[in-house]
Structures are given as C-alpha cells and as structure tokens.
C-alpha cells in the first residue's frame, strides 16, 4: 500500500457497556440514556467554573481498535445561563471517507425533569474542504433549550481510515465535572501511551485483564480558544496511543532505525525497481542532455505535475476504487506507462526520474502539522504522514512535492514546512527539518485605481495578485468549484478586507491550473459612504484593506503561543482620484516600523487632483511563545493607529479664503 496522508479529528466523547465474549472484550453500545442524580437538576452553578456558560457533567470516549475500528460517544450538558442555550445546537465532525458518524441519539430534560426525545432532521454540513480531505460535520438542534436544561446525546463513529491511530483528547471547550475513557486494544500488537499536559494528581491511563486501557478524570478546565494559536488538538490535554509489532518498548533511536529501514525498502521497491532502458527513455521525452540540472529538475517537476493526480480527484463510487485497487500500480513505470497515479505515487516517479539524471535525490517521510506537532520522542511513526523528495544541488537542499497540487517549484504546501522529517536510506535514515518560506514568497498585492465622488464614494478598478503559498491555498480551495463558486470566492475575499459595504464583481477569468504563475484577479469596485464630514472638509481614512488586521491580537492577555499557518506580505497601492474643485488640506505622517519577524509601512502622497496610498505589511515568523505577545501586541497597535489615520480634503475656494 502506498503511504497516505491522513488527517483526525476528535469526535466527542462515549458511552457504552464492556463485556467479555471469550478472551476479547466487546464494547456494546448503551440502550438507555444514564439516569440524572437530582443534584444535577437543581444545580445552578459550578464553583470550579464561575460565570460558565455551560458545564460538561459527564463524558465517556470508548473505543475498539479490533479491525474495523470505532468509537461510542457519550456527552451530558448543564445549560446554566442564557448564552448556554447555544450548546443545544450540537455538531459532531467527521472526515468524509475515513470516518462516519452512526446511531445518533439525543434528548433535553428540561429543569423539571421532563424528557423530551429528539426526532428531529439531522444535517449534513461542510466544516473544511482541503488537500483531498474534506471535514463535514452532523448538525442537530434540540428544541425548548432553556436555563437548567440538561442536554444528552450518543453516537458512534466508525473510524474506518484510522486503525492504529489512537487517542483520547480529554480537554473540551466546556469545563468537564467528570469523564472516563476506555479503550479496546487491538491484540495482535503491543501497545504503549504518552500523554501532553495531563493535569497534576490525574491518574495515568492503566490496563486492565481483558486487554481494556483506561482511564478517569475529573474536574477538567475547560480549553480557552486564542486566535492564531497552534492546533487545537496539540494543545490539549491527551493521551497517545502507539502500537508496534515489537513485544517491548523499544528506545527511540531504534524503532526509528527499524522503521527506516521497512519504510526506505518499500520506496525502493516501487521507485527503484523499473526498466532502467524505458525509465531513461521516458526521461528524454523530458529534458536535454546538455541541459543544466537545475534546468533538469524544473523541466522534470514540470512534467511530473502535468501527469493525473488522483489524490485531488473527486471521491469515486466503491466500484470504481475496488477497479483501481485492484490494478496498482507496482513501481513508478506502471505510473508513468499508465499516465496517473496518487500524490505519493508521483512524488516517488519524480524520485526516480531525478535519480536517472544524475542528481542526488532522498525520499522524506515528514510531520504534516495540521493539528499536531510531530515529537520523535512518542514514536508516533502515524504522525510522518506525508512524503517530499529532498534534492541536494548546488550545496543546497531543496525540498520538492510536485504531488502536492498547484506547488510551485522549490515550494511545500504550508502544513509540510518548517517540520522534522526522516530522510530514508539503507543506513537507518537522517532527520531533516523541511525549510520555512520566506514572507516575500507568498505576497497578496493589491493594485487599485479609484475615484472619489463627491458624495464620499470609491468606485474605479482593483486587481489582486497572490503568489506562493497564498496563491495555492485559493487553487486548492476552488479546485472542485464551478465558475459561480470560484468568483464569489474571490470577490467574498476582497470584500472581507474592506472594513465596510462594498460591491465587487470579477471582470476577468483567473488561470486556476497553474502552480508556478501568480493568481490574478481583477474586479470592479465600489464602496458606499467612504468619508465623513468635518464642516466644509471631507475626512478619509488612510487605510482601505485593513480589515484582516482590525482586531488581531486586541486582548490584553495571552495563554497560548502565537502561531501562523506560513509567513507572508500583504502590499496595497492605491491610487485615489479627487473631486473637482477639491484638494488635500492635510495628510497623515508616514508610519514605519521594521523589525525581524513583522514589518509595517504606511505613506500617503499628494499628487494634487489624486491621493496615493501605500501600505506594506510583513509577517516573517511561523510560531512565538507567548513571552512576546506584549511586543507583537504592541506592534498591532501601531498597525491599527496607522490605517485610521485621516486625510483631510477640502474644497479649493475654502482654502483660498483661509
């Protein structure tokens, strides 16, 4: 089987009842809801959690990792205040193609101890969409939610793309008052747990007679969401699950030899293992031999990214992947003879075709860091999910993905930088940290030629170029999408960052295909209502696409670190024509302040009949303990105070009589 990139998710919490059939414990899933101690009816309150809006009474995640793998659920909420009844509304993820969610059972006991069931619809919605992984989510609403209500709901999640692939989170976004988790260890293997940030006196996970882990807490806080914080999942409370053929827990250095060497044989097998007579044929359909290697290693990325990537196709019926399964490919020249094959499959074609050149060229297993941090230490081979080719040239690594879709040359998709990766070969593999871009190399440049009315409206032309990473999260986010859903992805895009009304339509028909040209949008634009009167002068503000950095970072306190998806640079220029009759009476001071992880640039000129703007911003850092929040606090500040600056216009013959 070829490697797969897997993303999880948390589902919730369980119930359900153990019993022994032979020598395997079976989880058999609760027919009946818990009864409610009276205490629970009448409380108002949690000490431990003043001013909570709701409090997790009870939780229970049991889960079974005999093939298939699944999980039961069990969640009891206190509504406490008015803002609680929101916890009626309940949404359990799941990601489409490796998981579902079954057996969905629900009720409200109102303050009086009354019951009342749910039968109600339950939706299906879309959460995120990206990289071939697509999370949607069970939606449901229980009616007549009121203050003292107590709301219960059950459900099992097959977990049939997530063998071996264990854990328990045990933080939630309420303040849990009691919670118990089990889980059913798969008996053909060892098992072992490591645990991030277990609270102090909690008792450790332990295994039972009947191959059964578990485990109890209580008095849980509840997680405190941050923006721009790293992985949730990261940063709570949990406990890991890792299983190995080995009857004893190996040191680390050796299980990650072991798997090296497993992991490079089979790359070698399918990378390897080919005509070497057809294979270079194949490569003189691609380059030259007087060219030079860099220019080889482009024309090869090149022609790799053009062959069909099945990875990013829409998901197929059953009987169209049991075809494909059963005609997989064997090495990378069935892939090439064939003219498709799955992320991973290319990237080992293009491994192979390097190496026929005559460059130096290793496969990587690397951490995708979606939603966790890869730690060597756990052994959590699950969590190298992905696979990138590391090419030595000119004294230089370069890591290149041309399986990825819409990657540019030299470029990773943004959850694959900056992360520790195994670099295989037949000596027990190298760690290797894939390198972090560069925030000129994902720029978002807007380019706007505007016309003030004299009724304080902007309307004229904007034309927004996104390149680098930037640029391939828009492609991949529309790869799927018709013409309508691609413009209003766009146009939603720029209206975002326009802190007020805004009409914008696309005038011009992006290239969505490309990886290595930038993507450029052109639209009309209007905003209604752009300045205020001040008497005889008009009063505008500076800044025009300054929404995004409105509130980033405003609260005075900070828990977590603060984290981006990628370093980048936003650039704006922007041309204003003036009323006729009008001129500047004042412009605001040019603010500048450049520092090593952020930047920021404000000049507004005064061209006599036209207003330039030009605002730059820069943020050069992926991740920063929480230590410099009063810096980067400060920072946006400054950000802030100078996209409300003001020019001040006024009319010609007010200023002839001043």
Request: proline content about 6%; hydrophobic content about 35%.
């Amino acid at each position: 089987m070829l490697f797969r990139r897997l993303a999880t998710t948390v589902c919730g919490a369980v119930f359900l009842a153990l019993t022994t059939a032979a020598s395997l414990p079976v989880v058999v899933f609760a027919e009946d809801f818990q009864p409610i101690p009276p205490e629970e009816l009448k409380m108002t309150s949690e000490p431990l959690a003043p001013g909570a809006q709701a409090v997790m009474l009870y939780r229970q995640v049991d889960r079974n990792d005999n093939n298939p793998p699944y999980e039961n659920n069990y969640v009891r909420i206190k509504i406490l205040t008015e803002e609680g009844r929101k916890y009626a509304n309940i949404e359990i993820p799941f990601i489409k193609g490796t998981e579902d969610v079954k057996n969905i059972r629900a009720r409200m006991v109102k303050p009086d101890g009354s019951i009342v069931d749910f039968n109600g619809e339950i939706r299906e919605t879309s959460l995120v969409k990206a990289r071939g992984v697509k999370v949607l989510a069970k939606t449901f609403t229980l009616p007549d939610a009121q203050v003292g209500s107590i709301v219960e709901y059950s459900y099992t999640a097959d977990l049939d793309g997530h063998l071996f692939n264990s854990r328990w989170i045990l933080s939630s976004a309420l303040f849990t008052k009691r919670a118990r988790f089990s889980l059913v260890k798969n008996v053909r293997y060892s098992v072992w747990w490591s645990w991030h940030a277990l609270l102090p006196g909690m008792a450790e996970p332990k295994e039972g007679p009947t191959n059964v882990i578990s485990m109890e807490a209580i008095n849980i806080p509840a997680f405190q969401r941050e923006d721009f914080m790293p992985p949730e999942n990261e940063l709570k409370s949990r406990v890991d699950f890792i299983y190995s053929s080995s009857p004893m827990h190996p040191a680390p250095d050796l299980f990650w030899k072991n798997l090296d060497k497993n992991w490079n044989e089979y790359q070698e097998s399918f990378a390897g293992k080919h005509s070497d007579k057809d294979m270079a044929k194949a490569l003189e359909q691609i380059v030259s031999a007087t060219d030079p290697p860099e220019v080889k290693l482009r024309k090869i990325y090149t022609r790799v990214q053009q062959i069909r990537n099945t990875s990013f196709e829409l998901r197929k019926t059953e009987q169209e992947e049991k075809r494909d399964k059963d005609k997989s490919p064997e090495n990378v020249e069935d892939v090439w003879k064939r003219g498709y094959g799955n992320l991973t499959a290319l990237n080992w074609l293009f491994l192979a075709l390097v190496r026929i050149a005559g460059l130096e060229a290793y496969g990587c297993r690397v951490s995708d860091r979606r939603q966790y941090f890869f730690n060597r230490e756990t052994m959590q081979s699950a969590k190298l999910d992905a696979n990138v080719v590391l090419v030595k040239l000119n004294g230089k690594d370069i890591y290149l993905d041309p399986g990825e879709a819409f990657t540019p040359f030299g470029m990773l998709y943004w959850t694959l930088t900056g992360v520790e990766g195994l670099c295989l070969d037949k000596d027990g593999g190298t760690w290797v940290r894939t390198t972090v871009p560069e925030s000129s190399e994902s720029k978002t440049v807007r380019s706007a030629s505007l016309k003030l009315s004299e009724g304080g409206d902007l309307e004229g032309t904007l034309k927004v170029t996104y390149t680098g990473i930037t640029a391939m999260h828009y492609r991949t986010e529309a790869l799927h999408a018709d013409d309508l859903a691609r413009t209003k992805l766009l146009e939603d895009e720029v209206k975002e960052q326009i802190p007020g009304p805004a009409e914008v339509e696309l005038t011009n028909k992006p290239d969505w295909s490309s990886s290595d040209t930038p993507l450029s949008a052109e639209f009309n634009l209007k905003i209604s209502g752009w300045t205020s009167n001040a008497g005889k002068r008009v009063i505008v503000p500076a800044g025009i696409f300054t929404a995004g950095e409105k509130h980033m970072f405003e609260h005075v306190n900070r828990i977590h670190p603060m984290y981006f998806e990628y370093p980048y640079q936003k650039a704006d220029d922007v041309t204003i024509e003036l009323p006729s009759g009008w001129q500047v009476g004042s412009l605001p001071p040019a603010q500048t302040q450049d520092a090593p992880a952020v930047g920021y640039s404000m000049k507004v000129e005064n061209g006599k009949s036209t207003l330039h703007l030009n605002r730059n911003l820069k943020l050069d850092f992926m991740i920063l303990d929480q230590k410099y929040y009063p810096a980067i606090r400060q920072f946006f500040e400054f950000v802030r105070t100078g996209d409300e600056e003001q020019i001040v216009l006024q009319p010609v013959a007010a200023t002839a009589r001043d």
